[in-house]
């Protein structure tokens, strides 16, 4: 369970307006910067005050562009932008994009000046890579959510849309940064401001940080079956080291046979195949989001080598893994 909601906000400016950097790269996704900024203009709105003026800044100062081709004009550079109040990062649309040691030394900067840091999605990684999340609750998009175990597995990482320790806040992305930023508005403010602010943006319920990233199952499934939905609960639970249909059945109380009716029933497949197809999607996310050795992809989504990897992955997908990582490579580049 998150602490979030045990924080205090000690910062409020309560003559001036609080300053805002929102720092972009090529390839950032628009949806959560927009999520997270949105808010502040609005607040500004219906205080009819001031309260957040925000800055863009870029490694050099010049245009990017989104994840979708939108462009963004920059109004500094992490050479010449000032320290924030709050410094928003974003990060590229795959984090093994994440490489200027630039920006973690800026990062870093900003931080020892008593910025308040928030991470939207693979911008977390940034701020893991500049080692400020050490001893901190933390989260990311849970597409990345296993590539970062992998590379800090000693974090305290969180399943959670956001997460505030102290001055340096976690966002999974998506429009959660919306929810992020009115909690932090009620918590700088008052409820009544987060209250309208949220009106405006026809967003009825603010979600609490402890709520889930992903659609709940039957929603995601389409299936209402319970025991179906124990075993796929069983199987996304245990990607690394994948159980038996047997065992899956065993662990369930019911036979090996009901679960393969169950199976071809409800999901139109069995068993082993559903299982092999979330294995697959998740190493598929795994080459195309990071740097990760091949045969370290393998092992965290349960395949004896490399080899019978590579083997199930041509036979599914029709390329092999070197091929798939390579082709996300080159659609990034056009």
């Not at 069983?234 to 369930?252: G, Y």
Request: with cysteine.
């Amino acid at each position: 369970m998150s602490a979030v909601q045990d924080i205090e906000i000690g910062y409020v400016k309560e003559n001036a307006q609080n300053t805002v950097g929102i720092y972009l790269t090529d390839t950032f996704n628009l949806l959560p910067m927009v999520a997270a900024l949105e808010p502040l203009r609005i607040a500004n709105r219906v205080s009819k005050k001031v309260l957040f003026h925000w800055s863009i800044v870029t490694n050099d100062g010049l245009t990017v562009s989104a994840s979708n081709g939108l462009s963004h004009a920059a109004d500094y550079s992490t050479e010449t932008a000032p320290v924030f109040d709050f410094l928003i990062v974003t990060g590229p649309f795959y984090t093994r994009d994440i490489q200027s040691e630039v920006l973690i030394k800026w990062v870093k900067y900003q931080h020892q000046h008593l910025a308040t840091l928030i991470g939207l999605e693979s911008g977390c990684h940034t701020l893991a890579k500049a080692g400020l999340l050490e001893g901190r609750r933390c989260t990311t998009h849970w597409e990345h959510r296993e590539e970062y175990r992998n590379n800090w597995p000693e974090h305290q990482l969180s399943n959670d849309i956001y997460e505030m320790d102290e001055n340096i806040f976690t966002c999974s992305g998506g429009a959660a940064p919306m929810d992020m930023m009115l909690f932090l508005l009620e918590r700088m403010y008052d409820h009544e401001l987060a209250a309208s602010v949220a009106d405006r943006m026809i967003h009825p319920h603010i979600r609490n940080s402890g709520e889930p990233q992903t659609m709940d199952l039957r929603s995601r499934t389409g299936v209402n079956h319970p025991v179906v939905l124990e075993c796929i609960q069983l199987i996304e639970a245990n990607i690394e080291q994948p159980l038996l249909p047997e065992e899956i059945a065993e662990l369930i109380g019911i036979s090996k046979r009901q679960l393969e009716r169950l199976f071809l029933r409800y999901m139109k497949t069995s068993p082993a195949r559903y299982y092999l197809t979330q294995r697959l999607e998740a190493a598929r996310s795994m080459l195309e989001q990071s740097n990760t050795r091949i045969v370290d992809i393998a092992k965290a989504t349960g395949f004896r080598s490399a080899g019978h990897f590579s083997t199930r992955y041509l036979s599914s997908y029709g390329i092999t893994p070197s091929e798939a990582r390579s082709r996300s490579i080159d659609v990034d580049r056009r």
